[in-house]
């Protein structure tokens, strides 16, 4: 493949270049730093000299000729402060939070021997105004969070201001969802293909977490919306130990069982921490295990399905028992007089009618899927640790991010209507997937204003989905021999052929999975990289001079859709093709072999062979693993004089996409029959490289009130999920055959670019009261858009789907948050945020149904499907302190959580059923929008709002020297069935327009009968599975909130 | 040293160690089947004949079976299923023989009276891993002899037609019967002249049989082939 080398050539030239012209001066995030001055407590004046040290590490300073200090490279977390002079008592402060990225103000006066005080402790109020930042820096720190009634870190990051939660994506001001930056310790934690956050992080475990909603500085990059930071603990001075344990259930709840009316999911949640000093203080660690089980990881509004009790009811009625005689003889079971026939326990019995393949004297089994809960589960297991080394001047700190999590997968491939499939719940599929993340940064301090710190982080993410039955051998998975020995020969019966799976039932026109049919095909999944990151810290007189770089380099691998039930019959039927695979490349019918394995079911691969191998290189037949490589170097300058902060940077982004593309758009070439690529048609564009200017300031106008300004360029790489993609799947893209909603062929792709504006102020209302006003505007460009690629008459390719850059956003938005610091008991948070975010699509493929329709796609701006204009929370927590009310109330806790935000825009839209079932009855199909007419402009409708009350109460006892803290929090306490999302064609979540528009349903419904109008309404629209089949499904996009949720817990802390 | 917290820490390390582990990412796929049959080989000629049989793609032909007696057969071999191509050491020419994955399979050498015509044909008996039905005996009947008549097979002891239409290189298909002992007779099609018998066999419970007419138009022979 012809590549070109000198892009990457000439970037390493520029950082080479760069790190040689500013070595002198470096600086790192994740760390902060505490600046403040030492005077003389009765005359005011500054002492030289003097020396502040942060107690139980070996970091401090000493004042300069003005008294001032500077501590650099604290890592973010709780701390005392200790300052001492000659002649002085010392004065030392506890509880002085330190922020990654931001310096704390810390001023010290101290008393002369002279007077009669002992040395003074003193402790420290947080600042309600942060004069060092100059943008909007959220910070969720584990004190505030750890009294929530929520639990996790994203209902964390879901508070913040500008930041959206829906369909449990996370946006910031606007911007898509692949468009937030997930820290680790610094380190990348950003799912490539998706964009998601791909870390999981224990809040126990968590230090805190910033939410920079843009007007982030330049030593961050890759994100256009937002960086969300998180940091882990340090080891303590001290041994802390730390045990938790939280349950949903009663005792003596069963699934099913209602108690105070909510159901258990069998929810179980156990954390351990350890910390503590291992070598004096100078070594410390910090550990956290976590296991996390959801008996039904599906928690949403359920209310099961008893098909047999259904009919029992309807025949029973004189009026629907004759209607149902009539039109449903093929599924009822009649005797020689035409009665429906009964079993002993006078139950009428059931049939499959044959209508889809199946035996029409199959009994129809009898299941009951009980109201509240899904038989799936999902188990966690986490691991976060830090392990820090202070042998000053040399620093080491090694962090860790484990997690392994198994999921039971209630879908039929890509289909999601688990009611539906509960007879075959033997072979419902599972997911594993292992997440590892760990970082060793070295700092060296060299002078008390300059250190540099040296940084390597490995991540590997897997990802595989397999039939348990089988495991990773999927030529057993539609194998009916194989199924015979696994689960018997009773459920093997059901296969039509040897590898024919068996029919659905279909029961009163609704299609139940009969058991042994196989739910997935296997796939796997491999990303990691390796990156580094140098970064040098200097504090020249007012000026913190930081510059950076980093490279990281990715390695993805991906096969997806392989054990069909067409690839295998081919095995059966050309059995030499199967030796052929088994023989390998040197066979003469392995060419053959692969290309028809291939196109038997559409395999998707890149980094394995399409029979699942792993493969290093991309050859005639195979397609290497993807590396996309970033690169940045980077220059900021923070000016503190006073109270005045200029923050100047500037970042130079390196993107290497590694992509494929054809040479000619037009007419790429390809093999219809073999439905293969050749290499040589392919080139890999250059390299793409980005300079992004950040200037930022923050001044006081009144001892109260601090004003900031923030202009950034912002670039980023796209999500890769349309990016990357075997050639067999590219070749059935130019085919033009089927209709492709992501069609994982793009042109030569630029960086995503964001300009953005932001003002805002602090302003202290008391001692205890200050609000925070941000106003922003933020400009997008080159957000990935779905077009039609027109190709010439008679040329092999068809009219094909292709992605570009070509979308655009603008966002506009206030946020306003206000704070109340524990005064008395009471503390309060109040954030709100106004948005109006607007773009030619929401979503990559926004416009793919446009694509059928018109060339170019219409150039319409409109809200996006994400814009919540109006969202905010409330928090109030009510407290007793240590001594404080008596035995009783003393360190008791309440906490509410109230949230609301406006709905979302949608788009009423109509359209016939098109290729819809009877089961599916008129849903309006987003996996295949072509139907799909919209009645009014683009999101012209909202959703209704929503609103929801979390509560928490917590008492902590003193055991010796553990503390029990018995808390029990309530999720949704006021059980609100809130609307998240509506059907797009009435706006509402009830009824999906389709038994109550005769025009569509009257035909099916007078064919169909009162049984089928029943299940209908129990099966899509009591339990959404329609919906949820056209959309992501279950507790991940549901048109319902979360019912109300009970969760007891007891934590033990040493 | 610390031993309070090297202790907490190794042992929630231990923990994590129990708990966690990456997913296990085959590197490779899984190993493909080699599919098989169970496959014989009978000798309609008149002379003895050596099959020369090609084990995989490309690898060439090679000696399968030497010295087929006429009317005798090789009994069930292991022959890799798939398209295999098979000749006669004395015929110049090939034929691709289509060999079933998991099956037994009969492959009658026909007599031939021009090249043009077809030496092999296979007839499959079951997949290997399918039961043979139970109270039944099953029975089938080629028709192998060198003659342009149509044949009818019938039960020696009462006339009655078990087969009928048979032509050269046809197969009646398994034909269900009691188990017990039979005669089969072969006649021209709408004659009742018993032109030859096979000797007496017994059809078992649950087994199948395959008989072949053999020889030519002038003399006809039934031989029995116990499939199971």
Redesign the interface.
């Known amino acids: 493949m012809y590549r070109r080398k000198d892009m990457s050539r000439r970037f390493l030239n520029v950082v080479a270049l760069l790190m040689l012209l500013v070595a002198p001066s470096w600086l790192l995030a994740q760390n902060g730093k505490i600046r403040g001055k030492v005077s003389d407590r009765e005359t005011g004046d500054a002492l030289p000299g003097a020396n502040v040290v942060v107690v139980g590490t070996t970091l401090g300073a000493a004042t300069d000729v003005n008294g001032e200090y500077f501590i650099f490279n604290i890592p973010a977390g709780i701390y005392s402060l200790k300052s001492s002079f000659i002649g002085y008592r010392d004065v030392t402060f506890s509880n002085v939070k330190v922020s990654a990225d931001l310096t704390t103000g810390l001023d010290f006066q101290l008393p002369s021997e002279a007077l009669e005080v002992s040395e003074i402790q003193i402790v420290a109020e947080r600042p309600l105004v942060n004069r060092s930042a100059t943008n909007a820096v959220r910070i969720a720190s584990a004190e505030v969070f750890e009294k929530l009634p929520i639990r996790g870190t994203q209902a964390i990051f879901g508070l913040q201001p500008g930041v959206v939660v829906q369909n449990n994506n996370i946006f910031i001001r606007g911007g898509r969802d692949d468009e937030v930056g997930f820290l680790v310790e610094g380190a990348t934690a950003r799912n490539i293909d998706n964009g998601d956050n791909a870390v999981a992080v224990i809040p126990e475990a968590l230090e805190e977490a910033q939410i920079q909603a843009g007007g982030f500085n330049a030593e961050y990059g890759g994100a256009n919306s937002g960086i969300i930071s998180q940091t882990f603990r340090s080891?303590t001075p001290n041994?802390h130990?730390r045990f938790q344990v939280e349950s949903d259930q009663f005792p003596g709840q069963d699934p099913g069982d209602k108690k105070l009316d909510s159901f258990s999911y069998g929810y179980e949640d156990y954390v351990?921490?350890?910390?503590?000093?291992?070598?004096k203080n100078r070594i410390?660690?910090f550990?956290?295990?976590e296991?996390l089980v959801f008996d039904d990881a599906q928690r949403v509004v359920w209310t099961g399905l008893d098909v047999q009790q259904v009919v029992n009811q309807l025949l029973a009625d004189p009026a629907t028992r004759a209607t149902m005689l009539q039109l449903n003889q093929a599924n009822l079971v009649l005797d020689a007089n035409g009665d429906p026939v009964t079993d002993a326990d006078g139950n009428f019995l059931i049939k499959d009618s044959g209508d889809r393949g199946g035996d029409p004297t199959d009994i129809f089994p009898r299941f009951n899927a009980v109201p509240g809960n899904i038989p799936d589960f999902s188990r966690r297991?986490?691991?976060n640790?830090t392990l820090s080394f202070d042998f000053k001047p040399l620093l080491f700190r090694f962090s860790a991010a484990?997690?392994?999590q198994e999921d039971r997968l209630t879908s039929f491939f890509a289909d999601f209507r688990p009611l539906l499939y509960l007879l075959n719940q033997q072979r419902f599929g599972e997911q594993?997937?292992?997440t590892?993340l760990f970082t060793g940064k070295l700092t060296h301090v060299l002078t008390n204003n300059t250190f540099y710190e040296v940084q390597v982080n490995y991540f590997?993410q897997?990802?595989?989905q397999f039939d348990p039955n089988f495991g990773?051998?999927?030529?057993l998975y539609d194998d009916s021999?194989a199924v015979a020995e696994a689960l018997g020969p009773e459920i093997a019966a059901n296969y039509r052929g040897?590898h024919q799976g068996p029919a659905e039932f279909d029961i009163f026109r609704f299609p139940f999975t009969r058991p042994g049919a196989k739910m997935l095909n296997f796939f796997?999944q491999?990303q990691n990289y390796i990156s580094g990151n140098v970064d040098f810290t200097a504090q020249v007189k007012n000026h913190a001079l930081k510059i950076g770089g980093n490279v990281e380099r990715w390695t993805s691998r991906l096969l997806s859709t392989v054990g069909a039930q067409g690839q295998l019959e081919l095995?059966?039927q050309?059995?030499?093709l199967?030796?052929?695979?088994?023989?390998g490349p040197s066979?003469?019918?392995y060419r053959d072999a692969l290309l028809r394995w291939r196109r038997a079911a559409n395999v998707n691969a890149f980094g394995y062979?399409v029979?699942?191998?792993?493969v290093d290189d991309d050859s005639a037949l195979n397609d290497g693993p993807k590396h996309p490589t970033f690169g940045a170097v980077y220059i900021q300058d923070k000016f503190e004089a006073g109270d005045l902060v200029i923050n100047a940077g500037l970042r130079f982004d390196y993107f290497d996409f590694d992509q494929s593309i054809p040479r000619d758009l037009a007419e790429p070439a390809f093999d219809s029959q073999d439905r293969d690529v050749p290499l040589s048609d392919l080139v890999t564009p250059d390299a793409k490289t980005e300079i992004s200017p950040r200037l930022g300031f923050a001044f006081p106008v009144t001892d109260r009130t601090v004003f900031h300004v923030q202009y950034g360029r912002f670039v980023q790489a796209p999500q890769f999920l349309n990016v990357y993609a075997g050639r067999g799947v590219q070749a059935l893209n130019y085919t033009g055959a089927n209709f492709i909603l992501n069609p994982r062929v793009a042109e030569e792709l630029d960086p995503i670019t964001t300009i953005q504006y932001e003002i805002g102020f602090n302003q202290a209302l008391t001692d205890f009261a200050a609000f925070d006003v941000t106003a922003f505007y933020r400009d997008v460009k080159g957000q990935l858009q779905v077009r039609l690629q027109s190709t010439p008459s008679g040329a092999d390719a068809r009219a094909y789907q292709i992605f570009q850059n070509q979308d655009f956003a603008t966002t506009k938005g206030l946020e306003v948050s206000l704070n109340l610091r524990r005064t008395q008991r009471v503390a309060a948070a109040i954030n709100y945020t106004f948005s109006d975010a607007q773009a030619t699509g929401s979503f990559p493929n926004s416009s793919i149904g446009a694509t059928s329709l018109a060339d170019p796609i219409p150039t319409v701006v409109s809200p996006v499907d994400f814009s919540q204009k109006h969202r905010g929370s409330i928090t109030f927590d009510y407290r007793f302190a240590r001594g404080d009310g008596g035995p009783f109330l003393e360190r008791l806790g309440l906490n509410l959580l109230f949230t609301f935000n406006s709905g979302h825009p949608y788009t009423r839209s109509g359209g016939g059923p098109a290729q819809q079932g009877p089961d599916e009855g008129g849903i309006l199909n987003n996996t295949d929008p072509r139907g799909r007419q919209a009645l009014e402009n683009i999101g012209a409708s909202t959703t209704p709002w929503v609103s929801n009350l979390d509560f928490r109460v917590d008492k902590t006892i003193a055991l010796g020297p553990i503390d029990a803290i018995f808390y029990v929090y309530v999720q949704n306490l006021l059980n609100t069935k809130s609307v998240l999302n509506v059907y797009q064609r009435t706006g509402n979540a009830e009824d999906d327009g389709y038994l109550s528009n005769p025009d569509l349903s009257a035909l099916t419904v007078a064919g169909s009968g009162p049984a089928y109008v029943e299940l209908f309404k129990i099966v899509n629209l009591q339990n959404r599975q329609h919906w949820w089949n056209n959309n992501t499904g279950g507790s991940n996009e549901d048109l319902f909130s979360t019912p109300r949720q009970f969760r007891f817990g007891v934590s033990f802390e040493y | 040293m610390q031993l309070k917290t090297i202790l907490g820490l190794v042992s929630v390390g231990m923990g994590a160690l129990a708990l966690l582990s990456c997913v296990d990412l085959p590197s490779t796929a899984p190993e493909f089947p080699d599919f098989r049959s169970q496959t014989r080989f009978i000798n309609a000629e008149t002379g003895q004949v050596s099959v020369l049989l090609e084990q995989t793609v490309g690898a060439g032909l090679s000696s399968f079976a030497a010295n087929i007696d006429p009317q005798g057969d090789t009994g069930y071999r292991d022959v890799p299923a798939g398209d295999r191509l098979v000749k006669l050491a004395a015929d110049p020419d090939t034929t691709l023989l289509a060999v079933n994955a998991d099956a037994k399979l009969t492959v009658v050498i026909f007599p031939r009276a021009a090249v043009s015509e077809t030496r092999f044909r296979g007839y499959q008996e079951r997949r290997t891993f399918d039961s043979v039905p139970a109270d039944t005996a099953q029975v089938r009947f080629i028709a192998a002899a060198l003659s342009a008549a149509s044949y009818d097979i019938v039960n020696a002891s009462d006339t009655t037609v078990v087969a009928s239409g048979l032509a050269l290189r046809g197969s009646s298909g398994y034909v269900s019967l009691a188990p017990g002992n039979y005669t089969f007779g072969v006649v021209e099609t709408d004659s009742t002249t018993i032109l030859a018998t096979a000797p007496a066999v017994t059809l078992a419970d649950g087994k199948r049989s395959t008989v072949i007419v053999f020889g030519t138009a002038a003399s006809l022979a039934l031989k029995n082939f116990q499939d199971d």
């Open positions: 080891g041994f130990a351990l921490t350890v910390s503590g000093p291992i070598y410390k660690g550990i956290a295990l296991r297991n986490t691991l640790a484990s997690t392994f594993e997937q292992s590892n590997d897997r990802r595989k990773d051998n999927y030529l021999l040897i796997k491999s095995l059966r050309r059995p030499d199967a030796r052929a695979i088994r023989n066979d003469p019918l062979d029979f699942g191998n792993e």
